[in-house]
């Protein structure tokens, strides 16, 4: 299983970016998929989390601003981020779970002041 993630960047306090996440498999088929950030020296938290029957969680942090969501034909989970913060500010990785967890690379996200 490969994850491909993309759509990180820069961007101001306040805007708005969306993660993509393409699995080389079908996605239905993952227990879980979620995103993860991590930051210099910090450990790698949970953001959000979408199970197979498209139940989603979301941490504290970012509930309310941030959306999971997939896209069950285009095999490809999102994270749609808005209001940005400049602790945002970290590289955001995808993971599936299928017995094996699996992790994408990561994507910088860079939210200015």
């Known amino acids: 299983v490969q994850l491909q993630a993309s759509g990180g960047g820069l961007v101001q306090a306040g805007g708005s970016l969306r993660l993509s996440c393409a699995a080389s498999a079908n996605i239905i088929t993952f227990n879980t998929m979620a995103w993860y950030r991590q930051g210099p020296g910090e450990q790698r938290e949970l953001v959000a989390q979408?199970?197979?029957?498209?139940?989603?969680n979301y941490a504290e942090s970012v509930t309310g601003r941030f959306t999971i969501s997939r896209d069950v034909v285009k095999n490809t989970v999102y994270l749609q981020m808005n209001s940005l913060k400049p602790d945002d500010t970290d590289v955001y990785y995808c993971k599936a779970v299928r017995g094996w967890h699996y992790w994408g690379q990561g994507t910088l996200v860079t939210v200015s002041s």
């Open positions: 979408i199970r197979r029957d498209g139940t989603t």
